[in-house]
């Protein structure tokens, strides 16, 4: 049973911790992470998150004062660190690890990104607070509304620009559509091209998408609905009728997350995250009844998730991302976020992902194949003796022994007990081809 435990963390969670004691029962202890609130992180120095209105008083601020010139401190990016250093010190330290792995699996299915500039950099925060977290355990649906009608993910895709030409601001404009958001919401979001879906489909979905924007110099901060904007008349997307307005984008939404396509698309990913990089069929058939059955009940997908027979066997045979991988090495020294949130948060830049930053809508890549290669294996090799020094003060065996337990090889046990000094020692625990994966 032990082994099943230390398992457990490693594969549904983000690493032991030498402070947390292994389960008994893994099973249970995976269900009970999925119970009550949840708990967002709060920035260092704040009693409370910050929220949109705070983030747009920065903004407006920035736009009075001018552009920070060289050398000194933007508060944008100021706030964006806080909420990223949080997220990274929470992940050190929480004691619901695979909660937070399936917040992390769902940030990433619906990117937002700091690439698009303050539209991100300023409701980040509050995307994953109000959008994200409080989702993973309800109805995939309820989700997909609260993302897609967020002003993270509105400004991210441009939907603020896209305007009905036939609509009263479009005729007098002569400003047009624009598809960024709609063709993410059908590729990455839901029923994804294997449906069929047409360009003809993408046009008539971008029209029935117009009006949405977001207000940020005036309350009430956040999204609204610009009638003005919005195209007349009915729309037609993949063979459903919708008509004129703003409850239209709720219709449309809740239509697609009940497709068919949308089940198997987001059991694939899941089976892919958890389980393999080539996910075998009849796990994700297996989370794509349930998902079709319970009307997409996220805790009753997560709850399959872990009593697949393929998600514990063979174990360690999922790549650790970089953000996992540098989580994993801290949670077995025992680091403290609040100590080394911020080294965490530097070392996501260092190994190629940093925190809330993907490089496009399709967010960071699950499969081993695009994270290993001649340089990114040096990389890692090099962090883990940077990292080691941190905790040159530790036990070497008992470092491998938390992080690794039953799944450290007898020539990394060797090679640990043999090395020159306490870092060495440390840094082959952290190099160690079994700690790369999960």
Not at 251 to 256: G, H, K, T, Y
Request: hydrophobic share 40%.
């Amino acid at each position: 049973m032990q082994t099943r435990s230390v398992q457990a963390a490693i594969r549904f969670g983000l690493g032991p911790r030498p402070d947390q004691p292994l389960p008994d029962d893994p099973i249970a202890w995976l269900d009970e992470q999925l119970e009550g609130p949840d708990k967002p992180p709060v920035p260092d120095g704040r009693d409370v998150p910050a929220t949109l209105a705070d983030g747009y008083a920065i903004w407006r601020d920035l736009d009075k004062r001018g552009q920070p010139g060289p050398g000194e401190a933007n508060p944008i990016e100021q706030n964006f660190q806080a909420e990223a250093i949080a997220a990274m010190a929470n992940r050190i330290d929480t004691d619901r690890p695979w909660r937070e792995r399936l917040v992390d699996f769902w940030a990433n299915h619906f990117t937002v990104s700091k690439r698009a500039g303050y539209p991100v950099s300023t409701t980040i925060g509050p995307f994953m607070r109000e959008a994200i977290r409080p989702h993973v355990t309800g109805r995939f649906v309820e989700m997909l509304i609260a993302v897609e009608t967020h002003p993270a993910m509105l400004g991210y895709l441009d939907q603020a620009s896209s305007v009905g030409p036939n609509s009263r601001y479009g005729l007098r404009s002569g400003r047009g559509l624009n598809e960024n958001l709609v063709r993410e919401i059908l590729e990455l979001h839901t029923v994804s091209p294997a449906s069929g879906y047409s360009q003809v489909d993408v046009t008539s979905f971008a029209r029935l998408l117009t009006g949405w924007g977001v207000e940020r110099n005036k309350e009430p901060f956040g999204t609204l609905f610009r009638p003005a904007n919005h195209e007349p008349g009915e729309k037609l997307v993949m063979g459903q009728k919708f008509p004129e307005g703003q409850e239209a984008t709720e219709a449309a939404l809740r239509f697609l997350a009940g497709h068919p396509a949308t089940a198997h698309f987001i059991a694939t990913k899941l089976v892919r995250h958890f389980v393999a990089d080539e996910p075998p069929p009849e796990a994700v058939a297996a989370i794509e009844g349930v998902f079709r059955d319970t009307g997409g009940d996220l805790k009753a997908v997560s709850r399959a998730l872990v009593r697949l027979e393929a998600a514990w066997a063979p174990p360690l045979s999922k790549l650790r991302c970089p953000q996992d991988y540098i989580t994993a090495a801290y949670r077995a020294a025992g680091a403290s976020g609040a100590a080394l949130g911020r080294p965490a948060w530097g070392s996501c830049f260092t190994l190629n992902q940093p925190v809330w930053t993907a490089l496009q809508p399709n967010g960071w890549p699950d499969r081993a194949v695009d994270w290993l290669g001649p340089e990114p294996v040096m990389q890692r090799l090099d962090w883990a003796y940077d990292a080691a020094g941190r905790f040159a003060r530790l036990d070497p065996m008992a470092v491998l022994e938390t992080g690794l337990g039953p799944f450290a090889r007898d020539e990394t046990r060797e090679a640990v007990k043999r090395a020159g000094s306490t870092r060495e020692a440390i840094a082959l625990v952290f190099a160690s081809a079994e700690f790369q994966r999960r």
